[in-house]
């Protein structure tokens, strides 16, 4: 997110800033708001569906975490299609700007190293809890966030931004201290432990992952074509989907994928469509996300994350009957709010940013 400069020393400088931060400002108000729309939607609906879909598959007997990790990201070929039709990164920017292979690599592998192992935490998480209380705890990410964008990305602190980390971190810590909680089948609190604290451990890492892609949009690729989001999710998503295989092969929970399918709860078809939904849902999520982050900021991809928390508890109680007592209610409120104070900062701060770059644009014609 930009920082706002009142110096007037600085007033020639924020025009080729806003240009560099904020490629999208040349698109009419109403128009940058749509495309955060129609982010915002792939993310809250691919996430929640995604929960609901990868809860279902524990209870109808799944077990593997290798296979709950892999289809986190085993979707991402489908993005080639919509690639296919947007020009390629090399032609949206110069060849001057435009990093050299080696240094690609280097950003993706790495990406997607990180992104396995925050998938493999969260499978984890997911397999020891609700999927009401799994979708809660995932609100502290934004906790985390805030400091590594702070110290990685110089995003800016608000007292609206302090007051939305404060609330959704109390969120979550209501959910932690909770003695009602409920759980999965068979798991006793020892587990739900643990998956709390996978479940915690994956949203810092997921935290400092987005920080990390919202620094290489800014200091690596340096590309203002949607394009480049498709391709920083497809290639982090294979050097992610291969690890996974490579985990799946190796603890040998491939062996167990036959039986598993058979004495699946609600059929083999049934198992086969949850595996492949369960794919989707992450993939279009993914999407929403990678875009917000390029579109806005990683802190604001993250705030968007916990729409889901009025969405994923709710449905949750709705089609996996999970239990919705006053705590998490309360828990789930306090998100609501948390995730409203922070969007309303965000319109206070775009706001000001295209004030500001109308009067640069303006004190720029003055002088021409």
Request: hydrophobic share 50%; proline share 2%.
């Given at each position: 997110?930009?920082?706002?400069?009142?110096?007037?020393?600085e007033?020639?400088?924020?025009?080729?800033?806003?240009t560099n931060q904020?490629?999208?400002?040349?698109?009419?108000?109403?128009?940058?708001?749509?495309?955060?729309?129609?982010?915002?939607?792939?993310?809250?609906?691919?996430?929640?569906?995604?929960?609901?879909?990868?809860?279902?598959?524990?209870?109808?007997?799944?077990?593997?975490?290798?296979?709950?990790?892999?289809?986190?990201?085993?979707?991402?070929?489908?993005?080639?299609?919509?690639?296919?039709?947007?020009?390629?990164?090399?032609e949206?920017?110069?060849?001057?700007?435009?990093?050299?292979?080696?240094?690609?690599?280097?950003?993706?592998?790495?990406?997607?190293?990180?992104?396995?192992?925050?998938?493999?935490?969260?499978?984890?998480?997911?397999?020891?809890?609700?999927?009401?209380?799994?979708?809660?705890?995932?609100?502290?990410?934004?906790?985390?966030?805030?400091?590594?964008?702070?110290?990685?990305?110089s995003?800016?602190?608000?007292?609206?931004?302090?007051?939305?980390?404060?609330?959704?971190?109390?969120?979550?810590?209501?959910?932690?201290?909770?003695e009602?909680?409920?759980?999965?089948?068979?798991?006793?609190?020892?587990?739900?432990?643990?998956?709390?604290?996978?479940?915690l451990?994956?949203?810092?890492?997921?935290?400092?992952?987005?920080?990390?892609?919202?620094?290489?949009f800014?200091?690596?690729?340096?590309?203002?074509?949607?394009?480049?989001?498709?391709?920083?999710?497809?290639?982090t998503?294979?050097?992610a989907?291969?690890?996974?295989?490579?985990?799946?092969?190796?603890?040998?929970?491939?062996?167990?994928?036959?039986g598993?399918?058979?004495?699946?709860?609600?059929?083999?078809?049934?198992?086969?469509?949850?595996?492949?939904?369960?794919?989707?849902?992450?993939?279009?999520?993914?999407?929403?996300?990678?875009?917000l982050?390029?579109?806005?900021?990683?802190?604001?991809?993250?705030?968007?994350?916990?729409?889901?928390?009025?969405?994923?508890?709710?449905?949750?109680?709705?089609?996996?009957?999970?239990?919705?007592?006053?705590?998490?209610?309360?828990?789930?409120?306090?998100?609501?709010?948390?995730?409203?104070?922070?969007?309303?900062?965000?319109?206070?701060?775009?706001?000001?940013?295209?004030?500001?770059?109308?009067?640069?644009?303006?004190?720029?014609?003055?002088?021409?």
């Amino acid at each position: 997110m930009l920082h706002l400069c009142t110096d007037n020393q600085e007033l020639i400088l924020i025009k080729d800033d806003v240009t560099n931060q904020l490629p999208f400002l040349k698109l009419k108000r109403w128009q940058w708001w749509v495309l955060v729309a129609v982010n915002i939607f792939f993310l809250v609906a691919g996430q929640s569906a995604a929960v609901l879909l990868g809860r279902f598959y524990y209870d109808q007997g799944g077990n593997s975490k290798w296979l709950a990790t892999l289809v986190q990201t085993a979707a991402f070929p489908v993005l080639f299609i919509p690639l296919f039709f947007l020009p390629s990164s090399q032609e949206a920017s110069s060849s001057s700007r435009y990093p050299s292979f080696i240094i690609l690599v280097v950003v993706y592998f790495v990406l997607g190293i990180i992104l396995a192992g925050d998938n493999m935490l969260y499978s984890v998480g997911l397999l020891y809890l609700s999927a009401s209380t799994y979708s809660l705890i995932c609100a502290s990410q934004l906790a985390f966030n805030a400091v590594f964008s702070y110290f990685i990305n110089s995003q800016k602190f608000t007292a609206l931004i302090f007051n939305s980390v404060v609330v959704l971190s109390l969120s979550a810590a209501l959910i932690a201290v909770n003695e009602d909680s409920d759980t999965p089948s068979a798991v006793s609190r020892w587990r739900y432990t643990i998956g709390f604290i996978c479940t915690l451990a994956a949203s810092a890492i997921y935290s400092l992952l987005l920080s990390l892609m919202q620094l290489a949009f800014q200091k690596v690729l340096k590309s203002e074509s949607f394009g480049v989001v498709l391709e920083v999710q497809i290639y982090t998503s294979l050097v992610a989907s291969g690890v996974a295989i490579v985990g799946l092969f190796a603890s040998g929970e491939w062996k167990s994928l036959g039986g598993e399918m058979e004495a699946f709860g609600k059929g083999r078809l049934s198992y086969v469509m949850t595996i492949v939904w369960t794919a989707l849902s992450w993939q279009v999520c993914s999407v929403g996300v990678v875009g917000l982050v390029y579109v806005v900021s990683s802190l604001f991809s993250n705030v968007i994350s916990t729409v889901s928390l009025a969405v994923t508890p709710v449905a949750s109680v709705i089609f996996l009957h999970d239990k919705m007592n006053g705590v998490k209610v309360i828990a789930m409120l306090m998100a609501i709010w948390g995730f409203a104070t922070y969007i309303y900062q965000n319109y206070l701060d775009d706001s000001k940013v295209r004030k500001l770059q109308s009067d640069v644009t303006e004190s720029h014609d003055d002088h021409s």
